[in-house]
């Protein structure tokens, strides 16, 4: 059975240092990797969406990883600001033998940038 | 603006009441999904459905129910088998529920149940 982690599960940092989010899956057979943001008391908002193929993908100051045979994804968030401000939750996508492709979600890590 | 609309934010029911929770996109998605989240814990899923006039158990479902009657609608029921309810509901969509389209989920702004 898959299993998604996310260490820490908390991290606060001073506003415009870089931070780096963990997330590792147990079985490396997966189609995709999602990172969301969620804002207290809100629905997730879709980050970046890793396919199983790409090493990396890019948008504005994120930056998520995919080494698959090891199991770990990083999300890497340069300078940060207080608005990053939320948790963040990885989840991956299964791989099976019919048509559906079921998401397993990490717990989270809660993140505090501080003035 | 195309999203996807829950409503109430906020329900408050008394044990032993069903309650319905409504989920609206009108991004015209075929794939929609009902999550339970719970403090400390990953999101879990309940229903999903891949098209129209049909949906599937997800991990969780005793206890809920669902339908699927039209494309941007997909209500769920919280009955009173559900051992325990109280809990914040998020319902998403994505364009297609294949995999191999890698299309992103998109997500409502949940409905926070509160039994008592």
């Known amino acids: 059975k898959q299993e998604v982690t996310q260490i820490p599960a908390a991290l606060s940092v001073p506003e415009g240092e870089n931070l780096v989010l963990n997330c590792s899956f147990t079985d490396s057979a997966i189609y995709n990797l999602q990172w969301f943001r969620q804002d207290p008391g809100k629905g997730l908002t879709s980050l970046l969406l890793?396919?199983?193929?790409?090493r990396e993908q890019t948008s504005g100051r994120l930056n998520a990883s995919l080494d698959k045979s090891s199991g770990r994804s990083t999300l890497y968030i340069a300078a940060s600001q207080p608005g990053d401000s939320a948790t963040y939750l990885c989840a991956v996508r299964l791989t099976t033998t019919d048509s559906w492709g079921k998401l397993q979600f990490g717990a989270g890590t809660q993140v505090v940038v501080t003035p | 603006d195309g999203g996807i609309t829950q409503s109430p934010k906020y329900l408050f029911r008394k044990e032993g009441q069903n309650v319905t929770l409504s989920c609206e996109q009108n991004?015209?998605?075929?794939?929609m999904y009902w999550y339970r989240q719970d403090p400390g814990q990953g999101l879990r899923l309940i229903y999903y459905s891949q098209i129209v006039n049909d949906f599937q158990k997800g991990d969780i479902a005793e206890g809920y129910s669902v339908s699927r009657e039209k494309k941007e609608s997909f209500p769920l029921t919280v009955t009173s088998a559900q051992k325990n309810p109280t809990a914040f509901y998020l319902c998403a969509s994505s364009i297609s529920s294949r995999p191999a389209t890698n299309s992103p989920l998109h997500f409502g702004n949940g409905t926070r149940l509160t039994v008592t």
């Open positions: 991004l015209n998605h075929d794939a």
């Open positions: 890793i396919q199983s193929s790409q």
